[in-house]
């Protein structure tokens, strides 16, 4: 997940800086791609990691304070602490998107996602396909629970790092954490076979991914986000009856 951690720390864009320094810890820490109780670089490193000044980066983190997702402990061994979210109420999120704004969002990701997943077949060292059979092997034995829906999109994230895209993979961040969450009320959490099928869609495109075939890898990965955004928008039609 090396590439992956590498992308959330690059330097952040110029306009809106403080906003842009929390949209991207947010995503990280609700993606796991920081993990719950981890502690941040002091505040200097962590301002100069992302390219702003020091009062930019204690306005996004008193921000992330007050959002309950970093904690600031004082003395000895103090400093800045990642606070994992609680699992939002994913259906009344659901209903704030029109089914045209859904089908738009799925059409962008699985570009992306596509684009992600072909580059990645082309660029991918050995390092770099390590943590996605890592990530296979933990969602393999997890629970179907706010843990699976992480490690979900913690996989997703790491093709886009093994794309050795910094950009992608930053607007791979991006969208799990906007359509990640929608996209998992998708699956069926009652039936056994809706586990396997994901975890069989997953082990394909890892597959695809280290024979080398850049297109197979591309239709794989667009046809997991499109399948998924087709189910949930019959989800959210079903909201409306």
Not at 146 to 154: A, I, K, M, T, V
């Amino acid at each position: 997940m090396e590439s992956a951690r590498l992308a959330v720390f690059a330097p952040v864009d110029s306009t809106a800086r403080v906003e842009a320094v929390i949209r991207r810890l947010t995503d990280a820490i609700a993606l796991g791609l920081l993990a719950d109780g981890e502690q941040l670089p002091s505040e200097a490193e962590l301002a100069g990691q992302l390219g702003v000044s020091t009062v930019t980066l204690r306005e996004a983190l008193m921000a992330l304070r007050q959002q309950g997702m970093v904690e600031t402990r004082r003395g000895r061994g103090g400093g800045s602490f990642v606070r994992l979210p609680s699992d939002l109420d994913l259906g009344s999120l659901l209903r704030g998107y029109a089914v045209e704004e859904l089908r738009d969002l799925g059409d962008h990701y699985a570009a992306i996602a596509g684009a992600a997943a072909r580059l990645a077949a082309q660029r991918a060292l050995p390092s770099d396909l390590a943590p996605l059979l890592r990530s296979l092997d933990e969602m393999a034995g997890a629970d179907w629970d706010g843990r699976l829906r992480r490690l979900d999109g913690r996989f997703h994230v790491e093709i886009a790092a093994a794309s050795q895209s910094a950009r992608l993979t930053q607007e791979e961040i991006r969208l799990q954490a906007d359509i990640g969450p929608l996209l998992w009320l998708s699956r069926d959490e009652h039936h056994e076979m809706a586990k396997r099928n994901l975890f069989d869609q997953h082990r394909a495109i890892v597959e695809a991914i280290r024979a080398g075939e850049g297109d197979q890898a591309r239709e794989l990965a667009e046809r997991h986000v499109l399948d998924a955004v087709d189910h949930l928008i019959e989800l959210r039609l079903r909201l409306q009856e």
